[in-house]
């Protein structure tokens, strides 16, 4: 039996492209499988979304704008992103899986069948949290 899937929520650093720093925008580049996998989700009728923890935004060091502009740019259907530093205990940031939420209520779609794909812990317990599938 083949599995139904909604959407794919790709984390940016590490996953995507660049690496385990943090790149800005403008200097971030994708990995060379990364743009020719968005596409190929897209075309099989998946949505694609980023999401990423992103603290330097709250540090005046970049904009959630500019973040938002380049990932709609590599084709990702929408970007969520937590812009807050670990030392100021939001919701959103990650491991916490609302922004996965806000992602299932704007899109009206079943985190059972979505997939999050990253490279750290906080991924995969933002993934667990939410009961999405996870690699």
Same mark, same amino acid.
């Given at each position: 039996? #083949?599995?139904? #899937?909604? !959407?794919?929520?790709? *984390?940016? *650093?590490?996953?995507?492209?660049? *690496? ?5 925008? /403008?200097?971030?580049?994708? @990995?060379?499988? !990364?743009? %020719? !996998?968005?596409?190929?989700? %897209? ?16 540090? /005046?060091?970049?904009?959630? &704008?500019?973040?938002?502009?380049? &990932?709609?740019?590599? /084709?990702?259907?929408?970007? @969520? ?16 899986? $609302? ?11 079943? &985190? $059972? =069948? ?13 993934? *667990?949290? !939410?009961?999405?599938? =996870?690699?």
């Amino acid at each position: 039996m #083949i599995d139904i #899937i909604d !959407a794919v929520f790709i *984390d940016r *650093d590490g996953t995507m492209g660049g *690496d385990c720093s943090v790149i800005y925008p /403008g200097e971030f580049k994708l @990995y060379p499988f !990364a743009e %020719k !996998a968005i596409k190929l989700l %897209k075309n099989s009728n998946i949505k694609v979304f980023a999401f990423t923890n992103q603290p330097g935004i709250s540090r /005046g060091e970049s904009t959630s &704008l500019e973040f938002e502009k380049e &990932l709609l740019e590599f /084709g990702f259907e929408k970007a @969520y992103i937590c812009p807050h530093t670990h030392e100021e205990q939001c919701s959103c940031r990650k491991p916490s899986p $609302k922004l996965l939420f806000k992602a299932s209520n704007e899109y009206n779609i079943d &985190l $059972k =069948k979505c997939v999050v794909i990253g490279d750290r812990w906080s991924d995969m317990l933002e993934g *667990d949290s !939410a009961g999405t599938k =996870k690699y």
